[in-house]
């Protein structure tokens, strides 16, 4: 029997159960997680972080969340209120139904009814998260545009282009597993990793996901649609109260829901360790709920450490790597994952399979190579025009020699 046949055997009041389990587990997990984010942060900066409300400073998160509810709501006059109001709402609503397709255990006895807790297993499960990971960024877009400030405007602009940029590549990078595991189905894709992670199997494509999903989530190092520097805020300036609660709670809601989704289909989900599948019985199967966010968290670790270690990147440089870099590498490595594959379903010889694979490394060490000399001599040749001489005291261009300040009064004799 599989999970599609379990689930569809569920009666209405374990669906809506289930659904209220998952709407919990997001805002506690929301809550924790802005705390856990201070703390580590705190600590990577020889800080103390929150630690006066509630044993460790445990409750600052939630007390934050009553402060925000009881500030006053302000709607700007120019703003569009319908879509002011409306754009909050979508965001947060998209990231909670991400949740929907995600396997969180195996079969379990839930109030004595055996089910497993996930709300639905579609065949095109990966899908429809990638779908309802595009409606979200509506909400981005609808708040910048509906704000009538410029800039929200920009930050809305920066976003859409952003998320459409990443999500190509992350989409990219999921059609490897697809390739491998032979389905779109998250719980099938789950059950296709009970001998090796997808992690290590399709490293690239793990790699290239963990990236797109920083992107994705607008999180430092990528955070630039809400670049205080020159955006003050981004999209959600003109918020406040519990409308910028809804932003705050969906941005990290999303971090949890891409980080479940990188351990559906890159760490074989809730499944133990390697040489613990023993404890997947425990608790009557419940305990496969820790490994799974084991996971989830060790992912949401990764994102706080880049945010405590990396500067933000210049606007023009993430889109270029977005797509110069991620999209033709997700395009090179399905062909070649593909090419593999064929040639395994038609029984080629391992020989020729050892050899094509060292062929391709070999080329790709040699392409890297003849672009690092060309893009080396590319610098050496590089000869910067005449500048005008400038009216004010400017360092010296690295490549050219000093440049002799000129006052402007000398400039106006």
């Given amino acids: 029997m599989n999970n599609a046949a379990i689930l569809g055997a569920d009666p209405g009041w374990v669906i809506l159960v289930k659904a209220l389990l998952v709407f919990v587990v997001c805002v506690v997990l929301t809550l924790m997680s ?20 509630g044993k460790f400073g445990l409750l600052q998160a939630l007390a934050d969340g009553i402060k925000l509810a009881l500030k006053e709501d302000l709607i700007p006059a120019a703003a569009d209120k319908l879509v002011f109001v409306i754009a909050p709402i979508i965001s947060a609503t998209a990231c909670f139904m991400s949740f929907a397709v995600i396997p969180l255990t195996g079969k379990v006895s839930f109030f004595g009814h055996q089910t497993i807790m996930q709300l639905t297993d579609l065949p095109v499960g990966v899908l429809y998260i990638l779908a309802i990971a595009s409606v979200g960024v509506y909400g981005i877009v609808l708040a910048g545009w509906s704000s ?7 930050g809305g602009l920066r976003s859409s282009a952003q998320v459409i940029s990443y999500e190509v590549a992350m989409g990219l990078s999921l059609v490897a597993v697809f390739i491998y595991s032979g389905s779109m189905s998250t719980s099938e894709i789950v059950a296709a990793q009970h001998h090796y992670w997808f992690a290590i199997v399709l490293f ?41 609660a809804l932003f705050f709670l969906a941005e990290y809601v999303n971090i949890v829901a891409v980080s479940a989704l990188a ?9 133990a360790l390697p040489g613990l599948g023993f404890t997947e019985s425990w608790l009557g199967g419940w305990f496969t709920l820790f490994w799974f966010f084991a996971k989830v968290v060790s992912f949401f670790f990764v994102f706080v450490w880049l945010r405590g270690t990396l500067p933000r990147l210049r606007y ?3 889109m270029k790597f977005g797509w110069k870099v991620l999209i033709p590498s997700s ?3 399905i062909m070649i994952l593909a090419t593999l594959r064929l040639m395994s379903a038609h029984n080629f010889p391992r020989m020729v399979i050892a050899t094509f694979t060292v062929g391709v490394i070999i080329v790709i060490f040699l392409v890297l190579t003849l672009f690092d000399r060309a893009k080396i001599k590319l610098e050496e040749n590089d000869v910067l025009p005449d500048l005008p001489a400038p009216s004010f005291p400017v360092p010296a261009i690295p490549g050219q020699s000093q440049i002799t300040f000129v006052q402007r009064s000398e400039i106006n004799d």
């Fill in 34 to 53: 802005v705390w856990g984010e201070r703390r580590i942060v705190a600590r990577m900066q020889q800080r103390l972080g929150p630690n006066r409300v």
């Fill in 148 to 154: 009538g400030s410029t800039y929200p405007l920009l």
């Fill in 204 to 244: 690239p494509s793990f790699v290239i996901y963990s990236i797109s999903m920083v992107g994705e989530t607008n999180r430092a190092p990528f955070d630039l649609a809400e670049a205080e520097g020159e955006l003050v805020g981004g999209f959600h300036t003109e918020y406040s109260s519990l409308k910028f």
């Fill in 263 to 271: 351990t559906t289909l890159f760490l074989g989900g809730y499944h």
């Fill in 316 to 318: 023009d440089q993430f």
């Fill in 331 to 333: 395009l090179a490595w």
